[in-house]
């Protein structure tokens, strides 16, 4: 299953790095749908809402809450490596519990 990951703008080196290792990963200005994970620094989570994701917030509703649904894994980039971001979507869980 290939994995849609929108990346904040400025953040072009993960975005490569994710495509590089098989996900479809997008700056986030450019996203037109639902996606799988958000790659992000320092921003709250109502700015990244409310600035990129609004426009299609409402055509997105269903997609972002059927049934059997994880959700958008959304990711700070803040003082993590891209290896760590990469283990992180890959894994769907910032760290082990174990």
């Given amino acids: 299953m290939t994995r849609l990951i929108a990346v904040e703008d400025g953040l072009e080196e993960i975005c490569e790095y994710l495509k590089k290792r ?12 639902p996606v799988d994970a958000v790659v992000y620094r320092g921003k709250k989570l109502k700015q990244i809402t409310v600035e990129y994701f609004s426009d299609f917030e409402h055509e997105m509703a ?15 980039a803040e003082g993590r490596t891209r290896e760590k971001i990469y283990e992180i979507i890959k894994n769907r869980i910032y760290d082990r519990f174990i």
């Fill in 22 to 33: 098989g996900f479809t990963a997008v700056p986030w200005s450019e996203v037109d749908g």
């Fill in 62 to 76: 269903e997609e972002l809450y059927p049934r059997n649904s994880f959700g958008i894994l959304l990711v700070n």
